[in-house]
C-alpha cells in the first residue's frame, strides 16, 4: 500500500542560478513543500507533532538530479511515506514534469523523533505515529 | 562622529539569479552580515541584546541599488550607527567596489526592542542601550 | 484607477527564524511572488519582457514591517502598479491577513528597463510598455 | 593521496530555523562554499571551468546530520576530491566543530560535464580535468 500526496510547486525567479536553471540547494525546499503537504492530507505536520511533544529533525536527505528545472517551470513533487518499523520517518521523493510525466529528480529523507524540551532522541516511537501508522497503513 | 564598520563580502554562485547578478533580496543578508560585524565589533550583538532580555526586530528596510553585483565579485559592506534618541537601533549602509570605491548600494534599517518574552514594544530605550551610547559616542 | 491583484502566500518552515517569526528578507520574496502574480494577471512578465528585449531589475525597494508572520501563517500580498510617467515601473505592495485584514507589511518597489543584451539603461519607456499603460489604464 | 581543503563558515541568524537550528537545506550552502574554497586553492573554479566551456552541474547530492548547528557557531568544512576515473567529479565533506573536533555533517556530491553552450553531456573527461587529475594526484 502506498501513502503519497502530489504536490505543484512552480519555480520562483529567485530559484534558478546564473545557468538560467534551479539551484540545487531549493530541490530541498520543495521536498519540504512535498512533506508539508503530505502532513496536512495525512495529518503528520511538523505543528501537530510539536503540540504533542516532539520534533523530526532530519538526519539524512538524499537527492538525484535527472533534468533540469528553469524558472517559470511548474513540477509536481510526489511524497511517498515509506513503512520503517523503527522510531523513524521515511519519506521518498518524486519531481517529475507535469506534462510528459518525465522525472526531474528523486530522493528520500529520514526523520527521527527528539522531545521538543529536552531534546533527547527517542529510541522508541512515540505513541502518537504508532498511532498513525495503524490507521493509514492498515497494518 | 561616525561609528562604522566595514565587512567584506564574497558572492556566492547561489545568490546569483538568472541575469548572472545577484538577486536584490541577497543585499539584506548583506546588510544583516555588515550589521552583525558592526554588532562584534562594538559589542552590539543580538545574542548579547538577547541575554539582557531584547530582540530588537525590524520595523523599516530600505535599499537603492546602483550597479550589479556578480557571481565571484567581492564587496565592501560600511555599517554605519545613526544616532537617534527614541527606543530605535537606526543603521545605514553602503555597499562599494573594493578596487573602484564606487557605491553599488546604499540603504538603511531602523529596529525596535521587544522583551524577548512578552514581545512587548519598549518604548524607551533599555538602559543598556543607552549606556552602549554614551560609550560609544561620547554624548 | 486601481490596478492590483490579490495573491495568496504560505510561510513555509525554512523561511521562520529562531524567533519563530519571518525573517524580514523573505518579505521581498513575497513582494516578487506578488509582482509575478500580477504579471501573469497584466501580462507584465519577466519572461514576456525578456521576449521582447528588456529586463526590469530593481533600483530601489523599501519596506515597512507591521506585525509578524510566524510559520504555518497565510497572508495576501496585494500588489498595485502605481502611474509614474517615466521609464520606470512602480509597485506598491500590502502583505495582510486574510483573516483580520489587518496590516503586516507595506513596501514599494522601483525597477527601470535595461537592454537585454546591451545592459543599456532605456531613458524612454519601452514602446511595449507604453502599450501596456494606455491598455490597462485607460490613459 | 588526499586532496582537500578546510574552510570556516559562520552561521549567519536567518540561516537558523524556528528551533534555533540551522535548516538543513543550508548545509548545501555550506557544501558548496567548501567546492569553492577547494577549487580556489586547487585551480578548480566554476568560473575557471566556464572558461574553458564547461559547466559542472551536480547530479547527486547526500548528507548525513550529526549534531546540529545554532546561530553564532562556527563550524570547519572539510572538502575532498574523490578520485573517480570517469567523466566525474567526486567530493566528499565532512564539517565538524572546529574545537571538540566533533562531526556535525558529513556527505558527498557528484558533478558531470556539460558543454556550456549545446548542454550536451560529456561522456569522457574535458582534456584540462586530466590535466588536472595527473598534476594534483600524481597519477
Redesign the interface.
Known sequence: MKLSDKHSVKV???E??????V????Y??YF??GR?AFGERYDLS??GMYKLGF?A??????????R?LK??DTAIVETTYTYNPAAKINFSYKIFDPISQGILAEGYSVQVFLDKDTKELQLSSPAFFEEWKKKHLSI
Open positions: 520562483r525567479f529567485n534558478a542560478d546564473p545557468l538560467g536553471i539551484w540545487h540547494g531549493h530541498l525546499r519540504e513543500d508539508e511538523y505543528l520534533i529533525p532530519l538526519v539524512s536527505i538524499h537527492c538525484d538530479f535527472k533540469s524558472y517559470g
